[in-house]
């Protein structure tokens, strides 16, 4: 405990020179414009931030990127508040309560209640990564190939489950991008699978141009084939926020807390579920049903609590086991990977103060959005009103170059081009693309686990049901899949409500 | 409003079941042309290697498992009226030529910084002034802005090109293509 908070208090010591704190603001303001732009996501920001920090010392250059991403996840609400398009996929929920205050004049307060909501909500994720990952990263060790398959194969189906409307093309957009993990030279012999003797693709298809693709240039494009819409933003009071909104709704803010880091702990499913689900508890829970949808105070606190608590969340598997919890969560490990921090299990062995910089980068970023927060309403407003054809343009150029930046590989603007355009019509063919980028983060651990545990089993497929943790992976791949068939959702339902009859009596 | 239209909102439009038929068509294509080039892969045998550590299993295993999907897929389009729907949409090119300006020229632009020896600064430039020209101008036309909007694309683009060009080759010693 006291270790932890050591640690804590180093790290925070460690960042605390004018440049870093620099980098912070920085970057935080960056994240909570390209947050608050419709149709630039947080997982295009990190992606192209990655590409822009390749020179920069690790410390800094993740420090940049989480801010970035705790920026564009917050930024997200103000476009939702003020013009009922949710900046990000995060902030869709914040529509429904953020809009209907902005209407009534309150667009200010709503804001303020964003404001507040993301900054509780990222401390108590920062509580939880500091809390659970040495615990995770303990047990984590107890991991092995069996266990690491169904763990990457329980992240691609509850990824698709979850983040789509269909979860069966989130499960074949999951299984897609393992495919697309195993073209190039395999991990065990450098056997060259799927290259048609194309030698760039030997390297294989790097995770950051496919990224920078599908989130980048495919989102220019789909931000382009519609007419520019014009906005008309409401009159706002002060965005000062109230303490009253956050004592009168502390336990909203606490369970959505928990709801949003337990919701980025799953694999690959990530801020928009955290933020629909944290709103679906509140109003459930809550005394003031009938305001939700109509500018309630606690739907809107519920989340932007939820979806900036994920963010932390999200980066405890990043940290103890290199599995994303979601797609910008993928980046950030790609990232780490790519400044030589060696996320997994071994961390906390290898690197044990690492986790603790990453709960002191969360602490920069939250202070980052509160002061942007309090005092840049206006400038961000004048940003949501340029127009998408000047941004656009931009946008693409720093697509194509940071793809090249990273291994100054031409290959990588094709491959970029490539996934763009892929990735525009899948996406209006509603296959979601979070699978698809767990299935390529993750194809490689699941190809080698799978190959690694038979070989040592010799063939023998018993330690992959009997070994407790593999077995109740296995359970939790199952029972997602069983879920969605309704013959056996029904049976399920009666075999728990038989097995519950018991205790209803009682 | 209840929890499921909630959920609901943040749902993308639904796709026709047409749509679901023919894509479940590449699915199953993709499917088992994995699980061939997987069965035909080398199982490197004559370096002792196992036949569990063979480069083509997961792929193969991979190949089923979409196939599989696909088929999925194309029983619950068929079961969903795509074959029923026998009313075509024509295609009309023009409705979606923002789609398609905006892919062409970000492709050609894409393929002159990879191919051409043309200075990176230079294409940029008058990609960026092109797409903003074109974009903005009807807006401008109907404010009768055309000149003034092409001299603030021109601007926008001559330093967007230089700017990224410093920013890359001078501050991230990267060499553009």
Same mark, same amino acid.
């Given at each position: 405990m006291f270790d932890g908070l050591i640690g804590f208090a180093h790290s925070i010591w460690s960042f605390s020179s004018p440049e870093t704190i620099l980098y912070a603001l920085g970057a935080s303001l960056v994240g909570l414009i390209i947050g608050a732009l419709p149709g630039l996501t947080a997982t295009m920001?990190?992606?192209? =931030? +990655?590409?822009? +920090? &390749?020179? &920069?010392? @690790?410390? #800094?250059?993740?420090?940049? &990127?989480?801010?970035?991403?705790?920026?564009?996840?917050? /930024?997200?609400?103000?476009?939702?508040?003020? &013009?009922?398009?949710?900046?990000?996929p995060a902030s869709a929920a914040s529509c429904l309560d953020g809009y209907a205050l902005a209407k009534q004049g309150l667009a200010g307060r709503a804001m303020g209640i964003a404001t507040s909501g993301s900054i509780l909500g990222t401390w108590i994720g920062m509580f939880f990564?500091?809390?659970?990952? @040495?615990?995770?990263?303990? =047990?984590?060790?107890?991991? /092995?190939?069996?266990?690491?398959? !169904?763990?990457?194969? %329980?992240?691609?189906?509850?990824?698709?489950?979850? +983040?789509?409307? #269909? @979860?069966?093309?989130? !499960?074949?957009? /999951? *299984?897609?991008?393992?495919?697309?993990?195993?073209?190039?030279?395999?991990?065990?012999?450098?056997? #060259?699978? %799927?290259? *048609?003797?194309?030698? #760039?693709?030997? $390297? $294989?298809?790097?995770?950051? @141009?496919?990224?920078?693709?599908?989130f980048g240039f495919a989102e220019v494009l789909n931000v382009m084939k519609d007419k520019p819409q014009k906005f008309i933003i409401n009159a706002y009071d002060t965005v000062i926020p109230r303490i009253k909104d956050v004592v009168q709704y502390w336990r909203t803010i606490i369970r959505s807390g928990l709801i949003g880091t337990f919701i980025g702990i799953v694999p690959g499913v990530g801020e928009d579920v955290a933020a629909w689900s944290s709103y679906a508890a509140a109003r459930r829970a809550s005394k003031e049903k009938a305001k939700f949808g109509k500018g309630s105070v606690e739907g809107l606190m519920a989340a932007e609590t939820g979806d900036n608590a994920c963010v932390p969340g999200a980066v405890i598997p990043v940290l103890t086991l290199a599995v994303p919890g979601s797609a910008p969560a993928a980046v950030l490990l790609a990232a780490m990977l790519i400044h030589g921090v060696r996320p997994g299990p071994l961390i906390m062995v290898e690197n044990p103060t690492f986790v603790y910089d990453v709960v002191a980068m969360m602490l920069f970023a939250s202070i980052g959005i509160l002061i942007y927060g309090l005092t840049l309403t206006k400038l961000l407003v004048k940003i949501l009103l340029v127009p998408r054809a000047l941004i656009m343009p931009v946008i693409f150029v720093l697509c194509a170059v940071g793809s090249y930046a990273i291994a100054s590989r031409p290959f990588d603007i094709l491959v970029m081009l490539v996934f763009g355009v892929v990735g525009l019509i899948l996406r209006n063919l509603n296959y979601p693309m979070a699978p698809l980028v767990l299935g390529i983060v993750l194809g490689d651990l699941l190809d080698k686990s799978l190959r690694r545990g038979l070989n040592l089993s010799d063939g023998d497929l018993t330690p992959f049901f009997g070994r407790p943790i593999a077995f109740v992976l296995f359970m939790l791949v199952l029972l997602t899949l069983l879920m969605n068939i309704p013959v056996a959702?029904?049976?399920?339902?009666?075999g728990t409500a038989l097995l519950l009859r018991p205790f209803r009596r009682a | 409003m209840d929890d499921s239209q909630a959920t609901g909102l943040a749902a993308e439009e639904s796709v026709s079941p047409r749509a679901d038929f023919w894509s479940s068509f590449i699915w199953i294509g993709l499917g088992i042309a994995m699980l061939w080039m997987s069965l035909n892969m080398d199982r490197l045998e004559r370096f002792q290697a196992s036949i569990y550590t063979a480069p083509g299993l997961v792929p193969g295993l991979l190949g089923i498992a979409i196939a599989l999907m696909g088929v999925i897929l194309l029983v619950r389009s068929v079961n969903a009226g795509a074959l029923r729907q026998r009313e075509r949409k024509p295609l009309v090119l023009a409705q979606h030529w923002r789609l398609i300006f905006s892919l062409s020229l970000s492709l050609v632009y894409a393929l002159i910084v990879v191919a051409s020896a043309l200075p990176f600064w230079l294409v940029t430039a008058v990609y960026i002034t092109i797409f903003v020209i074109v974009f903005q101008y009807a807006e401008r036309r109907a404010k009768a802005q055309v000149p003034r909007g092409i001299a603030v694309a021109v601007v926008h683009g001559l330093l967007a090109g230089v700017l990224i060009q410093y920013v890359f080759e001078e501050l991230f010693l990267v060499r553009l293509p």
């Open positions: 920001g990190v992606a192209l =931030m +990655t590409t822009l +920090t &390749l020179k &920069l010392p @690790p410390n #800094d250059a993740l420090l940049i &990127l989480i801010c970035t991403y705790v920026g564009a996840i917050y /930024g997200g609400s103000r476009s939702a508040i003020l &013009l009922n398009i949710p900046g990000t990564l500091a809390l659970f990952t @040495p615990m995770l990263g303990e =047990m984590a060790l107890k991991f /092995g190939a069996y266990e690491f398959f !169904w763990l990457a194969v %329980f992240g691609v189906v509850i990824s698709g489950n979850l +983040t789509g409307t #269909d @979860p069966l093309k989130g !499960w074949i957009a /999951g *299984f897609i991008g393992l495919f697309i993990a195993s073209i190039g030279q395999e991990g065990m012999y450098a056997y #060259d699978r %799927f290259t *048609f003797g194309v030698h #760039d693709l030997s $390297g $294989g298809i790097a995770l950051i @141009p496919a990224l920078v693709g599908v959702r029904k049976l399920m339902g009666q | -």
